[in-house]
T-cell receptor
Framework: NAGVTQTPKFRVLKTGQSMTLLCAQD?????MYWYRQDPGMGLRLIHY???????AKGEVPDGYNVSRLKKQNFLLGLESAAPSQTSVYFC???????????FGPGTRLLVL | RKEVEQDPGPFNVPEGATVAFNCTYS??????FFWYRQDCRKEPKLLMS???SGNEDGRFTAQLNRASQYISLLIRDSKLSDSATYLC?????????????FGTGTRLKVLA
């Protein structure tokens, strides 16, 4: 039981490049979340999903898109990376009936 | 005013000491409260939920004060292994959303 996994663990991008971050969970959780964590800012919600095929915007959605085609996967896309998107990205999931969130190990992204 | 505020610390305490953190929240309609622990460069993990009547888990005690809109975490008999950042998390479910607001965290260093 791997829990929540994130791919890649670390990535360097140039401004304007695109990439997709993958989050996968094997706990059959309904809800999934993407957060970013910056120094002094705490975790901020980018997008979330309450089930397969549904997504919604969080606090800081601009510059990101998401998809949840399969229940176990939640993808975060950056279409045209900007230096302001340099951050640590965490994915989390939880069961509908419980509020405990299980986090992945994070993806460190550096945009030059 | 930030939705969830915490003293960033660091709180430097000797082993065996008792330490307490507070966290204030701005939305009086908030319904669920949590403390997460985050080790350096790791993902957050749930430490404990905070119930209206207060709750205890070993050396850790959490309290909720709705009138003053704050939650607290008390750690007794501090261990070196308690050194981490403690995140306060609040969920507002009144609007039917599933968003969690994270504080910026309070850093604890337990000294030998």
């Amino acid at each position: 039981n791997a829990g929540v996994t994130q791919t890649p663990k670390f990535r360097v991008l140039k401004t304007g490049q695109s990439m997709t971050l993958l989050c996968a969970q094997d706990m059959n959780h309904e809800y999934m979340y993407w957060y970013r964590q910056d120094p002094g800012m705490g975790l901020r919600l980018i997008h979330y999903s309450v089930g397969e095929g549904t997504t919604a915007k969080g606090e800081v959605p601009d510059g990101y898109n998401v998809s949840r085609l399969k229940k176990q996967n939640f993808l975060l896309g950056l279409e045209s990376a900007a230096p302001s998107q340099t951050s640590v990205y965490f994915c989390a999931s939880r069961r509908r009936e419980q509020e405990t969130q299980y986090f992945g190990p994070g993806t460190r992204l550096l945009v030059l | 005013r930030k939705e969830v505020e915490q003293d960033p610390g660091p709180f430097n305490v000797p082993e065996g000491a008792t330490v307490a953190f507070n966290c204030t929240y701005s939305n009086s309609a908030s319904q669920s409260f949590f403390w997460y622990r985050q080790d350096c460069r790791k993902e957050p993990k749930l430490l404990m939920s905070v119930y209206s009547s207060g709750n205890e888990d070993g050396r850790f005690t959490a309290q909720l004060n709705r009138a003053s809109q704050y939650i607290s975490l008390l750690i007794r008999d501090s261990k070196l292994s308690d050194s981490a950042t403690y995140l306060c998390v609040v969920n507002d479910r009144t609007s039917g959303t599933y968003k969690y607001i994270f504080g910026t965290g309070t850093r604890l260093k337990v000294l030998a």
